[in-house]
Every structure is written in structure tokens, then in C-alpha cells.
């Protein structure tokens, strides 16, 4: 069965920093882009970050310079680090394949931002 388990959002005061965690299950991960998108209250789902399976990486201009992708095969994951967060970062994080999301979305980690 193919999931999606995103982890390690929070809150935090602006400025701060955080690392999400994607684990996946299923034969999948090795072959496919893997992407961090976000989603506001009231907003539509955005992509924020995405992995090549070579390791090769693009981001949204809203986070270039402050997220960092990175991904572990052996461990079928997908990491997003996240430095200098401002109140515009917060938001629902999800991971999925590709730049619009080819598997079934996962509940999501809620990072939130204080100022």
C-alpha cells in the first residue's frame, strides 16, 4: 500500500527553524520526484520545494534561499529543512510525487509561525 506520513511540524516563533520529515511506503520513492507543497487557511496547495531522483532540486521563489529538500532512498524519505521562517510559511505541509501530487495525499504536518 502506497502512504504518505509527513512529521515534525510545530510552532514557531519567526525566525526559527524546522525540519519536516515525509516517510513513504510502498515501491515508489526510488523512481519518482519527490515534492513539499503547502496549503494557508484559505489558500490554494501550493508546491514549495521537489527533489529529482538524482538529487537535483527547485524552489519556490518564496523559499529559495531558506528551505532546503533532501532525500534519504534507503529510507524511502523526504526531508524539508526550513530556516528563517516568517508567518508567511505558515501553513499544512504535504510530500508527494512530481510537481502536482501522483499518490493519495497524507494528513499533512501543520507548521505554524508566530511573530
Known amino acids: 500500500q502506497e502512504r504518505l506520513v509527513e512529521s515534525g511540524g510545530g510552532l514557531v516563533r519567526a525566525g526559527g527553524s524546522l525540519t519536516l520529515s515525509c516517510s513513504t511506503s510502498g515501491s515508489f520513492f526510488s523512481l519518482a520526484s519527490m515534492g513539499w507543497f503547502r496549503q494557508a487557511p484559505g489558500g490554494q496547495r501550493e508546491l514549495v520545494a521537489i527533489?529529482?531522483?538524482?538529487?537535483?532540486?527547485r524552489y519556490a521563489d518564496a523559499v529559495k534561499g531558506r528551505f532546503t529538500i533532501s532525500r534519504d532512498n534507503a529510507k524511502k524519505t523526504v526531508y524539508l529543512q526550513m530556516n528563517r521562517l516568517t508567518v508567511e510559511d505558515t501553513a499544512v505541509y504535504y510530500c508527494n510525487t512530481g510537481d502536482l501530487g501522483g499518490k493519495p495525499w497524507g494528513q499533512g504536518t501543520q507548521v505554524t509561525v508566530s511573530s
Open positions: 527533489i529529482s531522483t538524482g538529487g537535483s532540486t
